[in-house]
């Protein structure tokens, strides 16, 4: 058991001592984290529910497995977002990116406009571009193979992080291929890794209600799974604050456990809160506007406790929090600021007040003032550069 941990509010504290004054059942759990066993649903749903001491010990905990899982490293990755179209009928209710023809923000971009922006941002020093977009009708599936392309021959080198589960599922559709022959198309031409987004909660009735189009949260897996069987590694996510509550981050969590237990094909797991100022879901009535502050820093703690020994890398959205809470949810757990971005939209779009771009340098500022070392990683997190 750790002796000393120096954590905000808590320098010099036994963490010992915390747990021998919080609940019973509280203390129990982190313990066993500490000691390396697994956490069920049931404790975690106990955890997403710690407060004023529990919270405390609780992020202290998770902050130690953290300093254990991957030292006092937090890396960030230099990327720029592309989002090719923004045209999509599929309807989720939470989504304020997504319009249809005739829309006056409405915007597909060529494959040369998107192939001129990947080297664009080669030269501006990103070594990834991430690739998202809306479900265009007018689409064949095979675009997203040309688009590969056509970014591999302006930028041989850049790494190519694309396509969500939903994309991918929509390319299946739209070229007859199964998913599997579909994903190692777009690997042979260049695809370097696949994002875990279009997760939201992988519980039926929650998705019901965010959307009935959407894919399912058996397809969402089974997509992931089949893109780690032909060696394309995924993120992972989920999306909270909603219509949800704790019982189904928990299970959500767990069910991220079981992937990564059978592939070990997932790099990291990102919590993003729900974004609510312009979400048609929000502005409908009915749901929270989001996550509260506490509810970020469970999330990203209890997140490191379930993953503990088998997901290294709890990333915090800087986008989604602003820079200073996600100083503080790196020391909940988390390890990784995410990425420069460059042209983020989708969250800009649901009314995020936080900025498209965040320069390295700022990074490296707002990491060496937690006492903590920058560095900069690829997107499977090999280190490029340690700013000691």
Same mark, same amino acid.
């Given at each position: 058991?750790?002796?000393?941990?120096?954590?905000p509010g808590v320098v010099g504290t036994s963490l010992d001592r915390i747990l021998? =004054?919080?609940?019973?059942?509280? &203390?129990?759990?982190?313990?066993?984290?500490?000691?390396?066993?697994?956490?069920?649903v049931e404790d975690a749903v106990t955890l997403f529910g710690a407060a004023d001491l529990e919270l405390h010990a609780l992020c202290i905990t998770a902050n130690e497995l953290r300093k254990q899982a991957v030292g006092d490293i937090v890396t960030f990755v230099t990327v720029r977002n592309i989002n090719f179209t923004n045209i999509c009928y599929t309807g989720c209710r939470f989504c304020a990116f997504a319009k249809h023809f005739g829309d006056e923000e409405a915007e597909t971009l060529t494959i040369d406009? =998107?192939?001129?922006?990947?080297?664009?941002?080669?030269? &501006?020093?990103?070594?990834?571009?991430?690739?998202?977009?809306?479900?265009?009708?007018?689409?064949?599936? /095979?675009? /997203?193979?040309?688009?590969?392309?056509?970014?591999?021959?302006? =930028?041989?080198?850049?790494?190519?992080?694309?396509? &969500?589960?939903?994309?991918i599922q929509y390319g299946t559709k739209k070229t007859g @291929?199964?998913?599997?022959?579909?994903?190692?198309?777009?690997?042979?031409?260049?695809?370097g890794t696949v994002p875990g987004t279009a997760a939201e909660i992988l519980d039926t009735e929650i998705r019901q209600k965010l959307t009935k189009n959407k894919l399912s949260a058996e397809q969402w897996v089974e997509i992931i799974k089949t893109a780690h069987s032909v060696g394309l590694r995924t993120t992972s996510?989920?999306?909270?604050?909603?219509?949800?509550?704790?019982?189904?981050?928990?299970?959500?969590?767990?069910?991220?456990?079981?992937?990564?237990?059978?592939?070990?094909?997932?790099?990291e797991f990102v919590p993003l809160g729900f974004v609510h100022w312009d979400s048609p879901l929000y502005l409908d009535g009915g749901v929270r506007p989001g996550p509260t502050g506490m509810e970020d820093l469970r999330m990203h703690a209890v997140a490191r406790i379930m993953l503990n020994n088998?997901?290294?890398?709890?990333?915090?959205?800087? =986008?989604? @929090?602003?820079?200073?809470?996600?100083?503080?949810c790196l020391n909940a757990g988390a390890n990784d600021f995410g990425g420069t971005?460059?042209?983020?939209?989708? &969250?800009r779009s649901a009314g995020a007040p936080y900025g498209q771009y965040m320069a390295p340098e700022e990074f490296q500022r707002l990491v060496k003032d937690m006492g903590r070392i920058p560095a900069q990683r690829s997107t499977?997190?090999? @280190?490029?550069?340690? /700013?000691?």
């Open positions: 058991m750790v002796t000393e941990i120096d954590s021998g =004054v919080i609940d019973l059942n509280t &203390s129990h759990i982190l313990d066993r984290a500490m000691n390396g066993e697994e956490i069920g406009e =998107v192939a001129r922006r990947a080297e664009e941002a080669w030269e &501006s020093g990103a070594t990834e571009i991430c690739m998202q977009g809306g479900l265009h009708p007018k689409m064949t599936g /095979y675009e /997203y193979r040309d688009i590969i392309i056509a970014v591999k021959e302006r =930028v041989p080198d850049i790494h190519i992080h694309a396509f &969500s589960p939903f994309e @291929l199964s998913t599997r022959d579909f994903l190692l198309m777009l690997k042979e031409v260049g695809l996510t989920i999306m909270y604050g909603h219509i949800d509550a704790p019982i189904h981050w928990a299970r959500h969590i767990a069910i991220i456990r079981d992937i990564q237990k059978e592939t070990g094909g997932i790099t088998w997901i290294k890398n709890i990333q915090v959205s800087w =986008v989604k @929090l602003g820079p200073k809470f996600a100083q503080l971005l460059m042209n983020e939209k989708i &969250s499977t997190y090999d @280190l490029i550069k340690v /700013y000691e």
